[in-house]
């Protein structure tokens, strides 16, 4: 269980309401525990989530410091809070979820056009002030105590739009030689998040946070806790071949990139192997693929590729 504000809440884990009294969540976390316990059959990692979820909530202190939006105990796994250390944030507290602050070094950075991460902390936004009340005022949407006692839904689209500004962080520090696309505008198909050109290609890709582990099955994305029909493959494809029709440019190739704790290993293709329909990347590896693992130096034009992307590119 990580601090993205997507995964489940100790509460959750312990499957009981956030407003059970300590007993009834004692029983809870002893039913959960018994039901997950590797010796009686039991899942290690769903185990392992109980337990961290008892260490959040299992005490009275410890609850109230989680209710209020404190910080993870010393315990918690280690990089357990990885999905944000790349977009150079804190692991817990209200600057966890705020949008990120303007960088101040002056480290040379890829040309970046467009918002990470924007319109989805706009749909954030108002789907949090429609869970509060249309009208009700909140006088901080990102305290981090409002935002965990959210339906998981509206923590959900938060996390999404973390996992654009993390993505984003990661290609802004790949230097002067990259170029990014942030929320282009894909018709019908939505938006895609971001598209990066360097010498090894022209990339689409998609950053996103389920909040659970994920699998590839049949060339396509599935896990616990995807919505039901949810389809992130084929999502990403129609969104890329939108851009792609609308821009006259042809993509190198597809990336969704997940939190660290999603998969198992750092690169996974869906599809064939010799002509993939994607590459599913950990986000600590995001770097490292797009720098030319898949594709050889000078395989786009990008001087010919910025141009035509400048031209014609819209945002939503």
């Known amino acids: 269980m990580t601090d993205s504000p997507a995964d489940a809440t100790p509460y959750e884990v312990l499957g009981v309401a956030a407003s059970a009294d300590d007993e009834e969540l004692r ?10 316990h ?24 410890a609850r109230r410091a989680y209710d209020a939006g ?10 357990s809070s990885a999905w944000s250390a790349s977009a150079g944030r804190p692991g817990s507290g209200r600057d966890a979820y705020a949008p990120p602050a303007a960088r101040r070094d002056s480290r040379p950075r890829a040309r970046s056009h467009g918002h990470p991460g924007g319109r989805s902390r706009e749909v954030f936004l108002a789907a949090e002030r429609e869970w509060v009340g249309l009208g009700d005022p909140i006088e901080d949407p990102y305290d981090p105590s409002l935002i965990r006692s959210a339906p998981r839904y ?51 890709l998609e950053s996103i946070d389920w909040g659970g582990p994920v699998r590839v099955e049949h060339g396509e994305i599935v ?20 851009v792609q029709k609308q821009t006259r440019v042809r993509f190198t190739g597809r990336i969704l990139v997940v939190p660290d ?25 995001l770097g490292q693929v797009l720098n030319g693992i898949w594709s050889p130096e000078g395989a786009v ?9 400048q031209q014609t590119v819209r945002f939503v």
Request: glycine fraction near 10%.
């Open 27 to 36: 029983r809870a976390y002893r039913r959960a525990a018994r039901e997950t």
């Open 38 to 61: 590797p010796d009686l059959g039991g899942d290690a990692v769903r185990f392992r989530q109980v337990q961290v979820a008892w260490e959040r909530v299992g005490t009275p202190a």
């Open 70 to 79: 404190g910080s993870r105990p010393s315990s918690a796994p280690s990089g």
């Open 154 to 204: 509206i923590r959900r689209l938060l996390g999404e739009a973390l996992a654009e500004e993390s993505t984003a962080a990661i290609v802004a520090d790949m230097g002067i030689g990259v170029t990014v696309w942030h929320d282009l505008d894909a018709g019908a198909e939505g938006k895609l998040d971001h598209v990066v050109l360097m010498p090894s290609g022209l990339w689409a």
């Open 223 to 242: 896990g616990e806790t995807l919505e039901p029909g949810e389809r992130p493959v084929k999502e990403l494809v129609r969104a890329a071949r939108a």
């Open 261 to 285: 704790s999603a998969v198992d290993t750092d690169v996974q293709l869906v599809g064939p192997q010799r002509k993939p329909t994607a590459f599913v990347v950990r986000r600590s590896a």
């Open 301 to 309: 034009d990008v001087f010919d590729v910025r141009d035509r992307l």
